[in-house]
């Protein structure tokens, strides 16, 4: 049996979509919200239903063999895990945003204050790509809640359509990275158990569709 992490929360219908269009399960794993162990009748497949953050940690440990998560994830947590597919799904971007009209002037401060659910990804982005040294606050929800009432300059978030930017006055002001959701695998996993193989063509032979 292969045991596959998969992420709670917005990836979760598109990946179990994903799995039954590849003829791969015959469940509806986004139904079954409350269960965090499902597995599909024909014994194949055991799925744990895990926090975004914590599927780079599954699959590392060999708790799960495989798991789904976005780009945002793996950039931020650097866990050691084969990344074999980018399945195509789940896209958005990793954006800079600030208080609309405030672009130029926030953008020339000089010392300044990043609020984020990614400071690593911020870090990297600040110092080796604009060279600059910035204050960055870790939170974990609501972000978009920090410049409005004043705990920080600027955000770096993720951004799928830009209505909650926009509905609370922000605006995108630099693009950092394209995110889209990746098939990662465990390194012992993988040349332990041949099963995961037939599982790997099956989600690329559906991307490439």
Do not use: W
Request: hydrophobic share 40%; charged share 30%; glycine share 6%.
């Amino acid at each position: 049996m292969i045991t596959i992490a998969l992420p709670k929360g917005r990836l979760t219908e598109e990946a179990t979509e994903l799995f039954q269009r590849s003829s791969l399960i015959s469940i509806d794993i986004s139904q079954e919200t409350r269960k965090l162990v499902l597995e599909d009748p024909r014994g194949n497949l055991r799925f744990l239903m895990v926090k975004p953050f914590d599927v780079p940690t599954y699959v590392e440990y060999g708790i799960a063999d495989m798991g789904i998560v976005g780009k945002d994830v793996l950039l931020e947590v650097n866990k050691k895990v084969y990344e074999l597919l980018d399945l195509k799904i789940g896209k958005c971007f990793i954006a800079l945003a600030g208080p609309k009209g405030l672009r130029e002037e926030l953008l020339k401060k000089s010392e300044k204050i990043i609020a984020t659910k990614f400071p690593n990804i911020t870090k990297e982005y600040f110092e080796n790509v604009l060279g600059e040294d910035v204050q960055i606050i870790k939170l974990n929800g609501s972000v978009e809640l920090a410049p409005i009432l004043g705990l920080s300059d600027m955000i770096v978030d993720i951004v799928e359509s830009g209505r909650t930017l926009r509905e609370n006055g922000l605006e995108v002001y630099e693009k950092l990275y394209d995110i889209s959701a990746r098939l990662i695998i465990n390194r012992a996993s993988l040349k332990l158990k041949s099963e995961i193989e037939g599982v790997v063509n099956c989600l690329e032979r559906m991307i490439l569709q």
